[in-house]
């Protein structure tokens, strides 16, 4: 499928879900929790796009200097100084997320499962993997759901240098918008450590740091069951949810979802993805 082609349709998806950003039911979400104030010194992640040079006719018909539409501001990320670890707002919704793929083994059934209750998770993937199975994140974005920045090869950030810590992140960012059609708006360190470099070049590369709160230890491989009373015992408004679909054998999460994520549903949560908010 043609970049161009998968732009359109990835719209066209989330417009018909009155969506914002990448999230179909994210608009619930009234503000984050956990997460550190954002520190000095925040950078712009887009700034105005330049304007095409008018000819004298056409130059006639554009409205005076201080009378035409105001431009939008730009977007800027803060940065912070923890990650973000649940999310605040009306309603029981709880955000899944995926970490270390995508794997061609256990991500599909992940999102035949996700697709088979009309749900919406975030995907953390590393660079090197999602290089490798770009239809996988074609499919995400087909289907609604968020993709984040895991880095590239899964290092720990605070052994590594500012550059070596762009590179990771920037790589990924690279082909995720490549393979998915658009840039990343959230990144998770690997093993959960960050440092303030991580959370300034996040904040550069326009993303924000995104932690969890229940995690379900599936890659010490529990048992199913172990994964599924975790996830039930832990299941509150607003908390995050960190499972993986790569890193090793994940049929255990695989099954754990198929159990727990309808049990969820009829217990009264929404599972969708959060909504971003800018300076």
């Keep these: 499928m043609k970049k161009d082609q998968l732009l359109t349709r990835r719209r066209v998806l989330l417009a018909g879900t009155g969506a914002v950003g990448v999230a179909a039911t994210a608009g619930v979400y009234a503000g984050v929790t956990g997460g550190g104030g954002p520190a000095a010194g925040t950078v712009s992640a887009a700034g105005p796009q330049a304007r095409r040079p008018l000819s004298s006719s056409a130059y006639r018909l554009q409205p005076l200097t201080g009378y035409g539409p105001p431009h939008a501001a730009p977007r800027r990320t803060l940065v912070r100084r923890a990650p973000l670890l649940r999310f605040s707002g009306r309603g029981r919704h709880m955000v899944l997320t995926f970490d270390d ?4 083994r256990y991500t599909p059934a992940v999102l035949d499962t996700l697709a088979k209750y009309d749900v919406r998770a975030m995907f953390f993937v590393c660079g090197g993997m999602a290089a490798d199975n770009r239809e996988l994140l074609a499919r995400m974005a087909e289907e609604g759901h968020a993709v984040g920045n895991h880095t590239w090869s899964h290092p720990l950030l605070t052994r590594l240098t500012r550059g070596e810590i762009r590179a990771e992140m920037e790589r990924t960012c690279d082909v995720i918008e490549d393979a998915y059609g658009e840039r990343p708006e959230w990144f998770r360190a690997p093993y959960g450590a960050w440092n303030r470099t991580a959370f300034r070049l996040g904040a550069e590369l ?44 994940r049929s255990q999460s695989v099954r754990a979802l198929r159990s727990y994520l309808p049990e969820l549903l009829d217990a009264g949560y929404h599972i969708s993805v959060p909504r971003r908010h800018y300076a």
């Design 206 to 249: 326009g993303m924000e740091p995104l932690a969890w709160t229940v995690d379900t230890l599936d890659w010490t491989s529990p048992g199913t069951r172990s994964i599924v009373r975790r996830v039930e015992n832990g299941a509150a408004p607003g908390v995050v949810v960190l499972s993986h679909d790569a890193g090793g054998d």
């Design 101 to 104: 793929g995508p794997d061609p």
